[in-house]
């Protein structure tokens, strides 16, 4: 195979993947340290977790600063564009136009009428119970006093998957999954490699294959995803230029001479 037209073969190779959504890997980490935290009969200690995915100290978790881009939602947008659409399209009959609208609405909005996660709602409530007894926890516990390390989610949560070397860039990455996910959603990659990473980003797009699709693999990835990487955690960048310097094919000093060679003769 040849990358890029380059004069360099290299081995294209499979690196499997798992995605998730961001919201559902915060509310897991919520919902492992309010256990971890009721187990030690210690007050509830969450601001490393806000640090960590740089959300609004001050706001609450369900609050829109905290909420809303945890899980890009495009209904609204969707349903304005539409609309507009159907305003301007005069050959509809108005009784079909206004079923065929509500039919719409019903189907966009489902995700906005959504409730906050669960986890979000119980660690307000017990932050607030704190307050109200003087609970306030200024002072992490020292069972808390520790760099916050991010995990994945309950398994039901995970998407497993594939890529192949080729469609990871720097800005953007393809992949294969098993889930679907949601133009704007915010995602999280981890690539499954002898030294495993994780990386946020944002969907572009989510496309379905074909049952016939003559794609094997045991995962069964039925979907097509192209992701932006956001870089919203630090060191995401640095880990991923390293990787990608760590997979650039190298050429021997042999060839490297012979190629000097020949342009200094100019051939």
């Given at each position: 195979m040849i990358y890029n037209k380059s004069g360099h073969p290299v081995e294209v190779k499979k690196i499997s993947t798992r995605m998730w959504g961001l919201r559902d890997e915060i509310e897991a980490a919520l919902e492992r340290r309010i256990k971890e935290c009721e187990a030690a009969s210690v007050p509830l200690f969450i601001d490393d977790i806000k640090k960590f995915y740089n959300l609004n100290m001050k706001a609450p978790l369900t609050d829109s600063s905290n909420v809303i881009p945890l899980h890009g939602n495009p209904a609204s947008n969707d349903l304005n564009s539409l609309m507009a659409s159907l305003k301007e399209d005069e050959k509809i009959p108005e009784p079909e136009k206004s079923q065929s609208t509500q039919e719409v609405i019903a189907s966009l909005s489902e995700g906005e009428a959504k409730e906050p996660p669960k986890a979000f709602n119980e660690a307000e409530e017990i932050l607030a119970e704190q307050s109200l007894q003087g609970l306030e926890n200024k002072k992490p516990a020292d069972i808390l006093i520790r760099p916050y390390k991010r995990q994945a989610p309950d398994l039901e949560r995970i998407s497993y998957g594939f890529c192949f070397l080729s469609d990871i860039h720097m800005d953007n990455l393809l992949t294969f999954t098993q889930g679907k996910f949601l133009q704007g959603q915010s995602v999280v990659v981890e690539f499954l490699i002898p030294q495993s990473f994780m990386m946020t980003a944002e969907v572009i797009y989510c496309h379905y294959y074909a049952l016939r699709s003559?794609?094997?693999?045991?995962?069964?990835?039925?979907?097509?995803?192209?992701?932006?990487?956001?870089?919203?955690?630090?060191?995401?960048?640095?880990?991923?230029?390293?990787?990608?310097?760590?997979?650039?094919s190298t050429v021997s000093d042999k060839k490297a001479k012979k190629e000097t060679k020949d342009e200094s003769l100019g051939i």
């Amino acid at each position: 195979m040849i990358y890029n037209k380059s004069g360099h073969p290299v081995e294209v190779k499979k690196i499997s993947t798992r995605m998730w959504g961001l919201r559902d890997e915060i509310e897991a980490a919520l919902e492992r340290r309010i256990k971890e935290c009721e187990a030690a009969s210690v007050p509830l200690f969450i601001d490393d977790i806000k640090k960590f995915y740089n959300l609004n100290m001050k706001a609450p978790l369900t609050d829109s600063s905290n909420v809303i881009p945890l899980h890009g939602n495009p209904a609204s947008n969707d349903l304005n564009s539409l609309m507009a659409s159907l305003k301007e399209d005069e050959k509809i009959p108005e009784p079909e136009k206004s079923q065929s609208t509500q039919e719409v609405i019903a189907s966009l909005s489902e995700g906005e009428a959504k409730e906050p996660p669960k986890a979000f709602n119980e660690a307000e409530e017990i932050l607030a119970e704190q307050s109200l007894q003087g609970l306030e926890n200024k002072k992490p516990a020292d069972i808390l006093i520790r760099p916050y390390k991010r995990q994945a989610p309950d398994l039901e949560r995970i998407s497993y998957g594939f890529c192949f070397l080729s469609d990871i860039h720097m800005d953007n990455l393809l992949t294969f999954t098993q889930g679907k996910f949601l133009q704007g959603q915010s995602v999280v990659v981890e690539f499954l490699i002898p030294q495993s990473f994780m990386m946020t980003a944002e969907v572009i797009y989510c496309h379905y294959y074909a049952l016939r699709s003559r794609i094997i693999s045991s995962t069964k990835p039925d979907y097509r995803v192209q992701s932006q990487f956001k870089f919203a955690i630090p060191g995401e960048r640095d880990t991923l230029r390293n990787f990608l310097k760590s997979i650039e094919s190298t050429v021997s000093d042999k060839k490297a001479k012979k190629e000097t060679k020949d342009e200094s003769l100019g051939i």
